[in-house]
């Protein structure tokens, strides 16, 4: 990744990835299962790593486009191991603990904004928790738009999902740059003629440095 980000002058709108980017939380435990799995087994006293294999293991796509419902694999799952459990309480315990904003970033959006950037989210993220995201976390009011794949139906990095973007901000690739954790999402952005930054844990400080030019436009 170099330090600046050519052609960064011409941009008028900031693609934000979620997990891994402005949510810091996402990231795999050594034992397979994600932080807020190994909460939910603990209070709930379900087995983590037998219901993420169960309900994302399998056919991810489906579940993340929203062709199938998580709650129904959650029920499914429950059934097949005989355990009491109210799929509910599991996206709860998934939602809150798996919500962590990076307030370095948050900084950055307030200072972009300032700059009259235009910001959206563009996420693969089911649709439950994509609303939970847009209303329950109040990232609705933070950016100009979210685009997640479970209700838009396409996700990155297929063509369709940056196609959508370019289309509801009417703005020529060019014009876009995406800040993505995945850099086979970073690749296929450029290879539309998107800006592209990889971002790495932490990367916070490098990431405001690579934007000053944009950042410099509050100033005039």
């Known amino acids: 990744m170099s330090e600046g980000i050519e052609g960064v002058e011409g941009v008028r709108a900031v693609v934000w990835d979620f997990d891994g980017v402005l949510n810091r939380s996402g990231r795999l ?6 932080r807020w799995q190994r909460i939910a087994a603990e209070e ?7 219901m ?6 399998r056919d991810k796509a489906a579940l993340f486009t929203g062709k199938e419902d998580i709650l129904d694999r959650l029920a499914n799952w429950a059934r097949a191991e005989g355990v009491d459990l109210d799929p509910e309480d599991v996206l709860e315990l998934w939602f809150e603990h798996d919500h962590d904003p990076d307030p ?54 297929a063509a369709e999902a940056f196609a959508q973007v ?32 990889d971002y790495g844990p932490g990367g916070a400080m490098a990431l405001v440095q690579a934007l000053m030019p ?3 436009r509050a100033r005039d």
Do not use: C, H
Not at 29 to 34: A, K, L
Not at 44 to 50: D, E, F
Not at 145 to 150: L, M, P, Q
Not at 169 to 195: F, S
């Open 166 to 197: 370019e289309t509801a901000l009417d703005m020529a690739p060019g014009e876009i740059l995406l800040v993505d954790d995945t850099p086979r999402n970073v690749e296929a952005a450029e290879k539309r003629g998107w800006l592209g930054w």
């Open 44 to 50: 709930l006293g379900i087995n983590a790593l037998s």
């Open 104 to 157: 370095e970033l948050e900084r950055v959006l307030g200072l972009l904004a300032e700059a009259g950037v235009v910001q959206v989210i563009l996420t693969n993220n089911e649709a439950r928790r994509a609303r939970w995201i847009a209303q329950d976390a109040g990232w609705a009011e933070k950016v100009d738009a979210i685009f997640a794949s479970g209700e838009t139906g396409a996700m990155k990095p």
């Open 214 to 216: 944009l950042l410099l």
């Open 29 to 34: 435990q050594s034992d397979g299962t994600y």
């Open 52 to 57: 993420a294999r169960a309900v994302f293991g």
